[in-house]
T-cell receptor, first 120, second 110 residues
Framework: EPEVTQTPSHQVTQMGQEVILRCVPISNHLYFYWYRQILGQKVEFLVSFYNNEISEKSEIFDDQFSVERPDGSNFTLKIRSTKLEDSAMYFC??????????????????FGPGTRLTVL | GQQVMQIPQYQHVQEGEDFTTYCNSSTTLSNIQWYKQRPGGHPVFLIQLVKSGEVKKQKRLTFQFGEAKKNSSLHITATQTTDVGTYFCAGPGGYSTLTFGKGTMLLVSP
């Protein structure tokens, strides 16, 4: 069964450093997402991506964050200058290849295993 | 986006007991999804409810969507240790995004 993969599984960085979290969504999916989950808390939406551009983003997704789909398979989240409060589990997710514009419903989302980011 | 409130935050049951988690919204939801996250794992989609009053079953799990489409519940009959995890409801957060509730952590003692 196809699945979303993420690398690395754990990233430790110093405050102020840039990090890039990588994801390979399921191959025939068209919508991609990043979420974060601070330890013991709920899953928070960061950004959605469709047709090579950001579709929606939350208040958390400020200028320090960016996403990119550099090729046909990878989907990356970059944090330019990490802060202590960026420490969290970051989940990538993807949705099947039908447009919500037609169904008007959010798609079932398939989550990757996550990257645990620790900022020291 | 819409906010969804989930209760209880935590529940500890003995194996074989039933479990229910509730999800509430102050506004009407077009649909609601449920996810399960095992300890140390990632959210896994369980089901999506769309219709008012809808009830869906998956083995020992029963999902309901309220008549007013403002609340939903997940009921597990005769819990097993494999049911351990956090159960999240998620409502529409935007055009194609989800807003997750805070989740209910279920612990099952053998």
């Amino acid at each position: 069964e196809p699945e979303v993969t993420q690398t690395p599984s754990h990233q430790v960085t110093q405050m102020g450093q840039e990090v890039i979290l990588r994801c390979v969504p399921i191959s025939n999916h068209l919508y991609f997402y990043w979420y974060r989950q601070i330890l013991g808390q709920k899953v928070e939406f960061l950004v959605s991506f469709y047709n090579n551009e950001i579709s929606e983003k939350s208040e958390i997704f400020d200028d320090q964050f960016s996403v990119e789909r550099p090729d046909g398979s990878n989907f990356t989240l970059k944090i330019r200058s990490t802060k202590l409060e960026d420490s969290a589990m970051y989940f990538c997710a993807s949705s099947p290849n039908y447009s919500p514009r037609l169904t008007r419903l959010p798609n079932e989302q398939f989550f990757g295993p996550g990257t645990r980011l620790t900022v020291l | 986006g819409q906010q969804v409130m989930q209760i209880p935050q935590y529940q500890h049951v003995q194996e074989g007991e039933d479990f229910t988690t509730y999800c509430n919204s102050s506004t009407t939801l077009s649909n609601i999804q449920w996810y399960k996250q095992r300890p140390g794992g990632h959210p896994v989609f369980l089901i999506q409810l769309v219709k008012s009053g809808e009830v869906k079953k998956q083995k020992r799990l029963t999902f309901q969507f309220g008549e007013a489409k403002k609340n939903s519940s997940l009921h597990i009959t005769a819990t097993q240790t494999t049911d351990v995890g956090t159960y999240f409801c998620a409502g529409p957060g935007g055009y194609s995004t989800l807003t997750f509730g805070k989740g209910t952590m279920l612990l099952v003692s053998p």
